[in-house]
């Protein structure tokens, strides 16, 4: 175990927090079909203050996503202003958790995969929230306070 200055130990490796992806998930879940404008979703993106939006089919199945990144992209190549749809500049197929996986196994999914969006879909694939780093952070800031109290 570490110590910070000969103090109680900073990690207590017996401790086991059961935190899930639906513990710390944004919802509901910000969507917008694939033939969706652009800039239509990027406005969705401003009214909602998130950072992505989940692009689904006409059944609501999770077909893509559009963040903050997809937007650089579109901005810095010329696509926006031009009416078109969102289903040119999306990332297809996102990476995605259920909403029973654990947090820690979240985490590690966003690190390799170095995402900072990761949407929590059901069974079906249909959307049910979203972790971004933000939720992340929350998290983080709520457990040192219930572990430092």
Do not use: C, Q
């Not at 202003?81 to 996986?101: A, F, R, W, Y």
């Amino acid at each position: 175990m570490r110590f910070l200055n000969g103090a109680m130990p900073i990690i207590k490796r017996s401790r086991k927090f059961p935190i899930r992806a639906e513990d710390i998930m944004s919802f509901p879940p910000v969507t917008a079909r694939a033939d969706t404008l652009i800039e239509d979703v990027a406005k969705l993106m401003y009214d909602n203050n998130v950072g992505s939006v989940m692009i689904v089919d006409n059944a609501g199945v999770i077909v893509g996503i559009m963040t903050e990144r997809d937007l650089i992209y579109a901005v810095a190549n010329g696509k926006v202003g031009k009416g078109l749809p969102v289903h040119m500049i999306m990332t297809e197929n996102p990476i995605t958790v259920g909403p029973d996986v654990p947090i820690d196994e979240t985490l590690r999914i966003m690190r390799e995969k170095n995402i900072r969006h990761l949407p929590v879909v059901d069974s079906n694939k249909k959307p049910v929230g979203m972790i971004s780093l933000r939720d992340v952070i929350d998290a983080v800031v709520a457990l040192m306070k219930v572990y430092t109290s």
